[in-house]
């Protein structure tokens, strides 16, 4: 697996656990396909929230491309990000 700074593996967390951010996308940036995201989030997660993160991702349709609606054209909720 690819080395990754604190940071870029921060944000690749971070995007595994929003809901509207496919894993296609986490592939695109970083290169590390699902499967290889969930080696990630087990290996850098305690265990407790590693199973509660894959009940939440599993059969979720947000988090793959094919299974996603149309109607979902954006990675996150317009009111995720408030700008001022």
Known sequence: MTI??????????????EDRTPFEAIELQFGLNESQVIKLMR??????????????VSGRSTKHLQLRSPDVS???????YKHR
């Open 43 to 56: 290996n850098e997660m305690k265990t407790s929230s590693f199973k509660m993160w894959r009940k939440r």
């Open 4 to 17: 990754f700074t604190a940071e870029e593996q921060s944000r690749i967390i971070e995007m595994a656990w």
């Open 74 to 80: 954006r990675a996150y909720c317009a009111t995720q």
